[in-house]
């Protein structure tokens, strides 16, 4: 008796992917109709077409991106649909990544948020083009500069048995600023506000030079790491020029990536955790101020709204740059000298390691007398407060 094989052709998801991500037609719109058609007739594709969904995701990180970049690019480029089916992908690949960093276990836990309360799902070809549109964003996406992930950072400080912004006080203390930036931003009133950033920036700063002064006496075999911090539209460019500031007045340094709205910042962790609060509060006290600022214009009957929220940004970023700096280079007290620059050579080297050719760019757009006048009085009101000085032998 003799028996004959047939010939296994290619898979549907393999002649969708074909036709709608791989083909090159010039009808773009033509070639995921086709694609979709062949993914909505066929329900027993389902499984595979998920799973080379999460195949595309682990690429990613082989990539150099992080969960919070993608879903960044993917909720800029198409929609709500298409982050919350990204955010499921991710989900699915997680349990089968390698160990990560707490900076990927937060990415991950933000993802809960988009998941919750799904809508109904749509029709089969609905749901099929925008799983196509997803994935055909996702392999299009270059490689980024990989991030060092450090699974175990928190380790030194429970090694050490040292103390002050160690271990368990630290992340109280990360916690205190949390809840005054919160109060700040909240508050109606101003002088309520300066008072509680002064103490926030306080606190900070102290965090800071508690890190430092543990290295000095147990050295920590951690090198600098890096973060991303999404700098979204509009006026993008003065965000950008802010969290620079920011960046430098805490030893870090920032890398603007404008096609895909992120700065990358280098330097030790506790710094990194100390520029995202900073950023974060100063960035929604500027627009809180500038709303004040642009209704008291219209009401004086002035409507330029763009060119003034351009001048005001660029403004209060400049100002507070200015202020951050002159505080950072006149409060570090010679013993704390030799400590400070031997991080600031770590995280130079390790800045220049991730781009090794960066560029300058220069504010374009500021021409609102009053934007910038109004701009640079709001950032006087941010009132940075001075390093706390050591105390001394």
């Given at each position: 008796?003799?028996?004959t094989?047939?010939?296994?052709?290619?898979?549907?998801?393999?002649?969708?992917?074909?036709?709608?991500l791989?083909?090159?037609?010039?009808?773009?719109?033509?070639?995921?109709?086709?694609?979709?058609?062949?993914l909505?007739?066929?329900?027993?594709?389902?499984a595979?077409?998920?799973?080379?969904?999460?195949?595309?995701?682990?690429?990613?990180?082989?990539?150099?991106?992080?969960?919070?970049?993608?879903?960044?690019?993917?909720?800029?480029?198409?929609?709500?649909?298409?982050?919350?089916?990204?955010?499921?992908l991710?989900?699915?690949?997680?349990?089968?990544?390698?160990?990560?960093?707490?900076?990927?276990?937060?990415?991950?836990?933000?993802?809960?948020?988009?998941?919750?309360?799904?809508?109904?799902?749509?029709d089969r070809?609905?749901?099929?083009?925008?799983?196509?549109?997803?994935?055909?964003?996702?392999?299009?996406?270059?490689?980024?500069?990989?991030?060092?992930?450090h699974?175990?950072?928190?380790?030194?400080a429970?090694a050490?048995?040292?103390?002050?912004?160690?271990?368990?006080?630290?992340?109280?203390?990360?916690?205190?600023?949390r809840a005054?930036?919160?109060?700040?931003?909240?508050?109606?009133?101003?002088?309520?506000?300066?008072?509680?950033s002064?103490?926030?920036?306080?606190l900070?700063?102290?965090?800071?030079?508690d890190?430092a002064?543990?290295?000095?006496a147990?050295?920590?075999?951690d090198?600098?790491?890096?973060?991303?911090?999404?700098?979204?539209?509009?006026?993008?460019?003065?965000k950008?020029?802010?969290?620079?500031?920011?960046?430098?007045?805490?030893?870090?340094?920032?890398?603007?990536?404008?096609?895909?709205?992120?700065?990358?910042?280098?330097?030790?962790?506790?710094?990194?955790?100390?520029?995202?609060?900073?950023?974060?509060?100063?960035?929604?006290?500027?627009?809180?101020?500038?709303?004040?600022?642009?209704?008291?214009?219209?009401?004086?009957g002035?409507?330029?709204?763009?060119?003034?929220?351009?001048s005001?940004?660029a403004?209060?970023?400049?100002?507070?740059?200015?202020?951050?700096?002159?505080?950072?280079?006149?409060q570090?007290?010679?013993?704390?000298?030799?400590?400070?620059?031997?991080?600031?050579?770590?995280?130079?080297?390790?800045?220049?390691?991730?781009f090794?050719?960066?560029?300058?760019?220069?504010?374009?757009?500021?021409?609102?007398?009053?934007?910038?006048?109004?701009?640079?009085r709001?950032?006087?009101?941010?009132?940075?407060?001075?390093?706390?000085?050591?105390?001394?032998?």
């Amino acid at each position: 008796m003799s028996s004959t094989e047939t010939p296994t052709g290619p898979s549907t998801v393999e002649r969708a992917f074909r036709t709608a991500l791989y083909s090159g037609a010039d009808s773009a719109d033509a070639s995921l109709d086709t694609g979709a058609s062949l993914l909505a007739a066929d329900p027993a594709a389902d499984a595979d077409l998920a799973r080379r969904g999460e195949e595309f995701v682990a690429a990613l990180w082989g990539r150099g991106w992080q969960p919070a970049d993608v879903v960044r690019v993917v909720r800029r480029e198409l929609d709500d649909t298409a982050v919350r089916l990204l955010a499921g992908l991710i989900r699915a690949q997680a349990p089968r990544d390698r160990v990560r960093g707490r900076r990927w276990r937060d990415q991950l836990a933000q993802l809960d948020e988009l998941l919750a309360d799904p809508p109904p799902r749509p029709d089969r070809f609905t749901h099929a083009t925008a799983v196509l549109e997803l994935y055909r964003l996702l392999l299009r996406l270059p490689a980024l500069e990989p991030l060092q992930d450090h699974p175990h950072a928190s380790g030194r400080a429970k090694a050490s048995g040292g103390s002050g912004a160690s271990g368990g006080s630290g992340a109280r203390m990360l916690s205190r600023i949390r809840a005054l930036l919160a109060k700040a931003e909240a508050t109606g009133y101003p002088d309520e506000a300066e008072a509680l950033s002064a103490k926030a920036q306080e606190l900070m700063a102290k965090h800071s030079v508690d890190e430092a002064l543990l290295d000095a006496a147990t050295p920590a075999p951690d090198a600098p790491g890096a973060c991303r911090i999404g700098v979204e539209a509009p006026y993008e460019q003065a965000k950008a020029v802010l969290l620079d500031a920011v960046a430098s007045a805490n030893h870090c340094r920032a890398v603007w990536n404008e096609p895909f709205c992120f700065s990358t910042v280098v330097g030790f962790e506790a710094d990194l955790e100390v520029v995202e609060l900073l950023y974060t509060s100063l960035l929604v006290q500027a627009q809180s101020a500038m709303t004040r600022a642009e209704a008291a214009q219209r009401a004086g009957g002035r409507k330029r709204t763009k060119t003034f929220r351009q001048s005001f940004l660029a403004a209060y970023a400049h100002r507070v740059g200015t202020r951050l700096a002159e505080a950072a280079g006149s409060q570090v007290t010679d013993d704390l000298l030799p400590v400070l620059a031997s991080r600031e050579v770590a995280v130079t080297a390790a800045a220049d390691r991730l781009f090794p050719d960066t560029v300058s760019t220069r504010l374009r757009g500021v021409s609102d007398a009053a934007g910038w006048t109004e701009g640079a009085r709001a950032a006087d009101r941010a009132q940075m407060r001075s390093r706390p000085r050591l105390p001394s032998e």
